[in-house]
């Protein structure tokens, strides 16, 4: 404690003019030479080890492609996003923020603010236009899976985007957040980075690190997952806006990427000049994601001679869903005739009802669900009226 209080002194003392002075950025810049760089999905597990306040781990910065924009409009900027775990004075946080898109159209600025459409309810700052941040219990050393994925909507046509994360110790997923982005045939598109940051504005000695494998991204043009275990990892750079010091650690394992930073040390200048700018390195990992297939924990249909009603809920350890498809055909005499479906891109439905009675006699309720992975899945239930 005494050293670390002498070397914040001796900052302060050469330091004179520093705006702030915060821990070191760590980065890791994925190689996508081996892609179409268009991705409708991207997954990463990731793990915190040291978890002080005040940190945030990006575990995807991307930015949202707008060739279609482009195509109608003059002068079209932003859309770019990032989600990921951060840590407060209030607790530990998961977030998605997607920023604002500006154009003109006839000279006039206009704007494209992306809404959220799960969870409802929330409008506290943060949680205002394209973003979401909430609690969660993000634990040390504790494997976290997360999925991002773009999709287009069944009923509006315009470009949804979803986050999950998924405790790998529980197996349990949970659905942080979607939004429809007003967009049209939009997807995952940039540098695919990632970063750790200290976001307060005084340094405080305290050691901050993570690690990330199995990283993919599904690729739009192949139709294929494409295994990104390329990576430079390396610290921020001179010429940010802020002073930034302390260690700056990073590397790879055999099946891992890694790093940390915020400790103390004595001599700035002597430590940056003896230690890499950046490392560029190969992890081990299989040719595509391992993901669990969907599975239904629950399956129910009502039928009455006006309604058939079916609810569902999803196995929560098994693979999301993001879009279901409900098909109702009549068994009549010795086949089964097709009477009506519905399909809806909203991954937190989880009933129908169709009306257009009369009904009689028997009937097949088939749900269909489309995972985040890509796995469809599908079960039955067969009614008499």
Known sequence: MIKNILFLLIILINEPFAISLRSKIIYS????????????????????????ENTFWCLLQWQFDLTNLKKKYTDVQGGTAY???????????????????????????KKIIPTRLFPKGESANENEDGNYVTEFELESNVWYRFVFRTW???SLGETFVGEW???????????????????????????????????????????????????YAYDRKSRKWISLNKSTLSYDPPSLQYDTIGTHEFGYSKNYFYGSAGLPVENQKIYDESNPEYIEGNITQSPAPLFE???FKSLNAVLT??????????????????????YIYRYSKTEYEFVYNYVTSRPDVTSYSYSEPPFSGYYLTTLECKGISNFVYSDSVYKKI
């Open 29 to 52: 810049d994925l190689d996508l030479s081996n892609t179409s760089g268009n991705f409708d999905i991207f997954t990463i597990d990731f793990k915190a080890i040291d978890i002080p």
């Open 83 to 109: 989600g990921g775990f951060q840590t407060t004075k209030n607790g530990k946080k998961a977030l998605i923020s997607l920023g604002e898109i500006t154009y003109k159209e006839n000279g006039e600025e």
């Open 152 to 154: 287009k909507d069944h």
């Open 165 to 215: 994360i998924q405790n790998l110790s529980t197996q349990e997923w949970t659905l942080l957040a979607y939004f429809n982005t007003h967009l049209t045939d939009s997807f995952i598109t940039g540098k695919l980075r990632q970063f750790q940051e200290d976001f307060n504005e005084e340094f405080l000695g305290q050691e901050r690190s993570f690690q990330i494998k199995n990283i």
């Open 293 to 295: 297939e969907p599975a």
């Open 305 to 326: 001679q006006k309604t058939i009603s079916i609810n569902w809920e999803i196995d929560p350890k098994s693979c999301p869903c993001y879009e279901y498809g409900i």
